[in-house]
């Protein structure tokens, strides 16, 4: 009596053990169907295309500049020729040597690259510049009708992920035989910091001597965020195209220094900072 009491009381659960064998996987399914579809899913993951936003420091980024600078081969006719043409994606299998600098025509994104965003970059760039004493007042706003804007990749070739986007910033062909007074002539800028790594600039200062070499190199490091220049020793006489000039050390990768030159053309009144030889 007693196990047939305890059989119809068994009865049911096993019912429902058995029912929930059957429908139980196909309705946690639908459950967890109901939760993922129609839902914006998110998740963090590292790609080789976003490389050129792997953090690199002041001291980095100008090292990387520099030596890409620096590695160039092709005369300038050739660079310019460059600039033309469709550099979409950058296979970094093609790329020899051990820093390259790419031209480059369409964003991340696949956008076309705006060359206005890079001239309104160095205008701002300009006016900071004078502020803090690094380039003369005198010196002429930057304007879109005046100049030209190529945006570059300076690579690492043996680490893609070491890469800084650039802005090279000119006057117009047409102007370079107008007047140049007072006018910026080239320069290089960081296109995500607006920083600017190097410029050559007509200015009205009249000799060397009103130059203050120090006072600019030790305005330029702060505003980049670097340490305090140290002189460069040993410094060939005939290393630049110009008697007037001085060179800084600044503390680079793997053991290597950056070179950063000031100079000073006379006779035509032309004011630089160079990372590049």
């Known amino acids: 009596m007693k196990f047939r009491k305890l059989s119809l009381l068994l009865l049911p659960l096993a019912v429902l053990i058995a029912g929930l064998a059957v429908l139980g996987p196909e309705a946690l399914a639908k459950y967890r169907d109901n939760n993922i579809l129609n839902q914006i899913q998110t998740q963090d993951v590292e790609t080789e295309t976003e490389g050129y936003r792997y953090s690199l420091s002041s001291n980095e980024k100008l090292f990387i500049l520099s030596k890409c600078l620096n590695n160039q081969i092709l005369p300038e006719s050739e660079q310019s020729a460059m600039t033309k043409e469709e550099n979409v994606n950058l296979d970094y299998q093609e790329l020899t040597g051990t820093y390259a600098l790419v031209v480059n025509r369409k964003d991340s994104s ?37 100049y030209t804007a190529v945006r570059y990749s300076a690579i690492d070739v043996p680490e893609p992920r070491n890469i800084v986007l650039v802005w090279k910033i000119s006057l117009d062909t047409g102007i370079q035989t107008a007047d140049r007074t007072n006018r910026l002539l080239d320069a290089y800028i960081d296109a995500d910091t607006g920083k600017v790594y190097e410029f050559y600039v007509r200015t009205d200062v009249s000799s060397w001597e009103d130059v203050d070499p120090d006072g ?48 000073f053309y006379e006779g035509i009144k032309e004011l630089f900072l160079k990372i590049s030889r």
Do not use: H
Request: charged fraction near 30%; include cysteine; glycine fraction near 10%.
């Open 110 to 146: 696949g956008q076309e690259i705006v060359e206005n965003q890079g001239i309104e970059l160095c205008g701002r760039a300009v006016d900071e510049l004078k502020k803090l004493g690094i380039i003369p007042e005198s010196v002429k706003s930057v304007s879109e009708k005046a």
């Open 216 to 263: 600019i190199i030790a305005a330029w490091a702060e505003y980049m965020g670097l340490e305090e220049p140290r002189e460069y020793e040993g410094t060939n006489p005939l290393s630049e195209t110009t008697p007037y000039f001085k060179k800084y050390v600044f503390t680079g990768m793997e053991e290597e220094n950056t070179i950063v030159t000031v100079g």
